[in-house]
């Protein structure tokens, strides 16, 4: 599992309220990443890190923010968690080197609901 | 705009019959491209990239740059090959995935 773990796994809350979400690595990985994953539409990406302090945006990243203040941790927050953000979220990192390599390692998601 | 795209949300085969899940993209250079895979209750998995040109589990991909193609085939599916699937393209570090193909093998 490359040592990726997600928190909270599972989460219920309501319109409106903001919520955070955690992924770890064990494995002082440079890139990590977060998708969601909706039917229909696969895997979306978020957002992603290359460093601490370094993230850029990806496909859906309004209503979205993160931060990376340490290797280790890649923190998504939701400021006002709206219906449409209901959905399975997953952590990733990519291992290895180089420009164009590497793969990616997910974790187990982290399913939201939001009322 | 880098792009993949998997036109089958849903292939459904016979045991011991060949499958073909079909990922066209859209990218400007050389591109990197990946399979991954989601088996029920595990994490997604990387299956095989193009550039190791290997088979695993009997599946194959090959990198069709005049088609801007690279479908993913195996010759007789099996029942345990019965998960999503998912074509990704790697752009500078940037991972995009197509909407995946979920595949069904019937006894």
């Known amino acids: 599992d490359a040592g990726i773990t997600q928190s909270p796994r599972h989460k219920v809350t309501e319109t409106g309220t903001p919520v955070t979400l955690r992924c770890h690595q064990t494995?002082?990985?440079?890139?990590m990443y977060w998708y969601r994953q909706d039917p229909g539409h696969g895997l979306r990406l978020i957002h992603y890190?290359?460093?601490?302090?370094?993230?850029d945006k990806g496909e859906v990243s309004d209503g979205y923010s993160v931060s990376r203040s340490k290797t280790e941790d890649f923190l998504l927050t939701l400021e006002s968690a709206t219906s449409s953000q209901t959905s399975v979220y997953f952590c990733?990192?990519?291992?290895?080197?180089?420009?164009?390599?590497?793969?990616?390692?997910f974790g187990e998601g982290s399913r939201l609901t939001v009322l | 705009a880098q792009r993949v795209t998997q036109p089958e949300k849903l292939l459904s085969v016979f045991k011991g019959a060949p499958v073909e899940l079909k990922c066209n993209y859209s990218?400007?250079?050389?591109?990197?491209l990946f399979w991954y895979v989601q088996y029920s209750r595990q994490r997604l998995q990387l299956l095989l990239r193009?550039?190791s040109r290997e088979s695993i589990k009997g599946f194959t991909a090959d990198l069709n740059k005049g088609e801007t193609s690279f479908h993913l085939k195996k010759p007789f599916a099996q029942e345990e090959d019965s998960a999503m699937y998912y074509c990704?393209?790697?752009?500078?570090?940037?991972?995009?995935f197509g909407s995946g193909t979920k595949l069904n093998v019937k006894p």
């Open positions: 990733a990192i990519r291992a290895g080197t180089g420009i164009n390599t590497g793969e990616l390692f």
């Open positions: 494995e002082n990985h440079r890139y």
């Open positions: 890190s290359y460093g601490v302090k370094d993230t």
């Open positions: 990218y400007s250079g050389s591109p990197e």
């Open positions: 193009h550039i």
């Open positions: 990704a393209l790697n752009n500078f570090n940037k991972f995009y």
